[in-house]
């Protein structure tokens, strides 16, 4: 399912937003959409943090995709928002040799049956204190919307 999103701050001209629907493989699949879109993979699993990495960026659990030639083709910690069930975290990729993150927001649904993922490509800010306040305002936002329309 693919939904527009409707956000009053300056955001990058595409939100990619996809579905998922949790499995009995204890995978997130992917449900059918009209417009493919690669940097998101067919399924998600959640996971408890092994590493300490994540844990010291404050995420005690991660998403990932499969794998592709030994490396996740998707992998993020899952940092909380404040909004109850919602976490955020973000994606990179390289684009003529420079490292580009964009930021994912995860809402989990339907008492975890269903996961929508919200993609903004290549938009993210290093500065978390901005960062979280930019993310609680799209929250909101998204909210706000679901229930005027």
Excluded at 38 to 63: C, D, F, M
């Amino acid at each position: 399912m693919e939904n527009k999103v409707l956000i009053s701050y300056p955001m990058p001209a595409i939100v990619w937003a996809y579905s998922y629907t949790h499995t009995i493989t204890g995978r997130y699949e992917k449900d059918p959409a009209r417009v493919h879109f690669a940097r998101l993979p067919e399924w998600l699993k959640v996971e408890y943090t092994q590493t300490n990495a994540p844990k010291q960026n404050g995420a005690y659990t991660i998403i990932h995709g499969p794998k592709k030639a030994g490396k996740y083709s998707f992998y993020t910690g899952l940092r909380e928002t404040g909004w109850q069930n919602w976490q955020y975290g973000n994606d990179y990729e390289f684009r003529q040799g420079k490292k580009v993150n964009s930021l994912c927001l995860f809402r989990w649904m339907d008492g975890d049956r269903r996961l929508m993922v919200y993609y903004f490509t290549g938009w993210y800010f290093q500065d978390r204190a901005k960062l979280e306040k930019i993310i609680r305002g799209i929250i909101s936002n998204i909210q706000k919307n679901e229930t005027a329309g």
